[in-house]
């Protein structure tokens, strides 16, 4: 019979702290592996900069590496909505039936695990193992576990090093300076590389800014899509920040001259002109990705490519360019036969609301004798093989 520490969190970033307390249970309860399990939204907090799953799952992959004990379980994400831990650990159990599991969390977990969701079947699955904060905490914690213990629960206090270190500390450090010791230097390669934790985007420059590239109409549609985009990412774990920023700039070049569009394209020089000759709509997106960079200097990758592909779809699309995409079609100012379905695909899950629309997409471009471009084919392949293999959770 292994022993695995299961250890749940946003992780947002993981750091130094995460895996010092991860190294001390390991050593000193003797477990065989240590389970990192990414939240994909965290019911017991609010979340208004929290890093897209993808990414923070990527980042605890990268902080795992060359640690043999220590991987990551990302059935949470998978699953999507909010992460309660009674869910998580009855897939745990079940797909570790003989193995002795212990539930770490923290002081702040511990003292309100009463009130969490199935509180008393979570103590049936698994040992509770309580990592400390603070050095006045022990007297609380025991009291709440000689409580838990009449009920039948069992729990273990580390009594672990103390270490004064949190994500929220960590993330103000990013945005101050960009760097941070406190991570591994591999994480922080990626939180360089994907624009994680900036500064917030100040929206109400952002609509300055796209207001008189706009008329009346589409500016109407942009501030119900920005909506739309900042609701989807509080329901799927998306920064809702950023997202409003990719709806208010994802048609900034919608109202422009299709000519002017052409030649912005094709000055890039890594655009086939034949394809936007036979498929002008698509113009828009494609410019408008280059021209948020040019003109005002945004060049926050996950912006550029939901700018790029809110119309068209691509596959493998990020968590932020799902959203915008499907914030566009489903905004309150649509009125086609439908949309409320639409609407509520997306509320049930990103994944059937993004595959619902490339559906609906695809039909409306083929029932009108339009061309459809390849990367709106490959997304709606890709989203089609996703649902014969086992559907969207």
């Known amino acids: 019979m292994a022993s695995i520490v299961v250890y749940g969190g946003s992780f947002n970033p993981i750091h130094n702290g995460h895996l010092g307390i991860c190294h001390w249970a390991k050593e000193r309860f003797g477990a065989d592996r240590v ?14 900069d929290l890093a897209p799953g ?24 998978n699953r999507g909505g909010k992460s309660y831990t009674v869910d998580t650990m009855t897939y745990l159990r079940e797909k570790y039936p003989h193995d002795r599991l212990l539930l770490m969390m923290g002081t702040d977990m ?5 009130e969490w969701r199935q509180w008393q079947e979570i ?6 193992l309580v ?20 009920k039948g629960i069992h729990s273990i206090l580390m009594e672990n090093p103390v270490e004064e270190l949190s994500s929220t500390e960590v993330r103000q450090q990013l945005r101050d300076t960009r760097k941070s010791d406190r991570v591994p230097p591999t994480v922080l390669s990626y939180i360089q590389d994907h624009e994680l934790y900036r ?48 709806g208010i700039l994802h048609d900034v070049c919608k109202n422009m001259d299709k000519d002017v569009l052409l030649q912005m394209v094709l000055e890039s020089g890594i655009i086939n002109e034949i394809q936007f000759r036979q498929q002008p709509q698509l113009l828009h997106s494609y410019a408008g990705a280059l021209y948020i960079q040019k003109q005002w200097g945004i ?42 379905e639409m609407r509520q695909r997306a ?26 471009c390849r990367d709106t084919i490959e997304a709606y392949n890709e989203y089609c093989l996703k649902k014969r293999n086992g559907g969207f959770q």
């Open 54 to 77: 993808e990414d923070r799952a990527a980042m605890c992959r990268l902080a795992a590496e060359g640690l043999s004990w220590l991987s990551v379980e990302d059935f949470e994400l």
């Open 110 to 114: 511990f003292l309100t695990f009463r």
């Open 299 to 340: 060049t926050d990758q996950r912006l550029v490519g939901a700018v790029r592909y809110h119309t068209t779809a691509r596959k493998g699309m990020t968590l932020l360019e799902r959203i915008v995409y499907l914030a566009d079609l489903t905004s309150s100012d649509r009125h086609y036969p439908d949309v409320e």
């Open 131 to 150: 990592a400390s904060r603070q050095e006045d905490d022990l007297d609380a914690l025991r009291r709440q576990q000689k409580t838990l213990e009449e």
């Open 347 to 372: 509320e049930r899950s990103l994944e059937d609301g993004v595959y619902g629309a490339l559906q609906f997409i695809v039909a409306d471009l083929a029932g009108r004798g339009e061309l459809i």
């Open 123 to 128: 103590g049936g699955m698994a040992e509770l």
């Open 199 to 246: 500064a917030p985007y100040d929206l109400e420059q952002l609509r300055a800014l796209v207001r008189p590239l706009l008329s009346d109409y589409r500016f109407h549609h942009t501030l119900c899509v920005e909506q739309q985009a900042a609701h989807l990412a509080q329901l799927y774990g998306c920064d809702p920040n950023l997202a409003a920023a990719g």
């Open 35 to 48: 389970l990192l399990v990414p939240a994909a939204y965290p019911p017991h907090k609010q979340a208004p």
